[in-house]
């Protein structure tokens, strides 16, 4: 989804960020830290998983194709049901529900839609582990979004190797009253033990208050970078 749209083939993505029991999508966050591309809404949507295969039951079934995440929030019912079957990883539901179709005594954990789309049976429904899992997803594109009443601003930053260096950053928040909702660390892939903050909050970068704020965490940090300004979802749906 991040090449098609930094190629400049299709003009919006929706692409998974944050899962409310498997946290991160390391993925995504990684992809973020370098893309031209701007986060311009946010969905919350509640997952759930079936077992999709081309068999008649879970006899026979031996081998077993989804997204890690996937196999994550279904383990459980996994481990009490198949226990002795093989986990295989795939890039996406999608692409396990085409394997399950071509390949003998196979399953994949994907939706009702992936069985409707692929012509697989439903094996087994709402196989996760929890049942208000909830996947939140960004959507991705070109243009900030104008300010409206109720919106939320994701950014990355690096602080220095010194004393204080966080808690100073993060005063640029709590002097203007800022609703900090999320800050996550997270390790730079080439340096040891290096990390940056990824944090959403509440305002657009357009708001004097935001734009005040940022100029202000530009003075303690080694770097900003905007993700995007957009209108908050509701939750969850």
């Given at each position: 989804?991040?090449d098609?749209?930094e190629?400049g083939?299709v003009?919006?993505?929706?692409v998974?960020?944050?899962?409310t029991?498997?946290?991160s999508?390391?993925f995504?966050?990684d992809?973020l830290?370098?893309t031209?591309?701007?986060?311009?809404g946010?969905?919350?949507?509640?997952?759930?998983?079936?077992?999709?295969?081309?068999?008649?039951?879970?006899?026979g079934?031996r081998r077993i194709?989804?997204?890690?995440?996937a196999f994550?929030q279904?383990?459980?019912w996994?481990r009490r049901?198949?226990?002795d079957?093989?986990?295989?990883?795939?890039?996406?539901?999608a692409?396990a529900a085409?394997m399950?179709?071509t390949?003998q005594?196979t399953?994949a954990?994907g939706s009702?839609?992936a069985?409707s789309?692929y012509?697989?049976n439903?094996l087994?429904e709402?196989i996760?582990?929890?049942?208000?899992?909830?996947?939140?997803?960004?959507?991705l594109?070109?243009?900030?979004?104008?300010?409206?009443e109720?919106?939320?601003?994701?950014i990355i930053f690096g602080?220095?190797h010194?004393p204080?260096?966080l808690?100073?950053?993060l005063g640029?928040f709590?002097?203007r009253?800022?609703n900090?909702?999320k800050?996550?660390?997270?390790?730079?892939?080439?340096r040891?033990?290096?990390?940056l903050?990824?944090?959403?909050f509440?305002?657009?970068?357009?708001d004097?208050?935001?734009d005040?704020c940022l100029?202000?965490?530009k003075?303690?940090t080694?770097f900003?970078?905007?993700?995007?300004?957009?209108p908050r979802?509701?939750g969850s749906?």
């Amino acid at each position: 989804m991040f090449d098609e749209l930094e190629r400049g083939r299709v003009n919006l993505g929706v692409v998974p960020v944050e899962n409310t029991f498997e946290g991160s999508v390391n993925f995504t966050l990684d992809r973020l830290m370098h893309t031209p591309l701007k986060v311009i809404g946010e969905i919350y949507q509640r997952i759930s998983h079936c077992l999709l295969s081309a068999e008649a039951g879970l006899e026979g079934i031996r081998r077993i194709y989804s997204h890690p995440q996937a196999f994550a929030q279904c383990q459980d019912w996994l481990r009490r049901k198949l226990p002795d079957a093989e986990y295989l990883d795939m890039s996406s539901t999608a692409a396990a529900a085409k394997m399950a179709l071509t390949e003998q005594g196979t399953a994949a954990i994907g939706s009702i839609l992936a069985a409707s789309v692929y012509g697989l049976n439903v094996l087994a429904e709402e196989i996760q582990d929890h049942s208000f899992n909830t996947t939140r997803f960004i959507v991705l594109g070109n243009k900030t979004p104008v300010p409206t009443e109720n919106d939320k601003t994701s950014i990355i930053f690096g602080t220095p190797h010194s004393p204080g260096a966080l808690y100073r950053a993060l005063g640029a928040f709590a002097e203007r009253e800022i609703n900090l909702m999320k800050i996550e660390s997270y390790p730079l892939k080439d340096r040891l033990w290096e990390y940056l903050f990824f944090a959403d909050f509440g305002g657009h970068e357009k708001d004097p208050s935001i734009d005040s704020c940022l100029n202000h965490l530009k003075t303690m940090t080694t770097f900003v970078k905007v993700l995007g300004s957009y209108p908050r979802a509701g939750g969850s749906l």
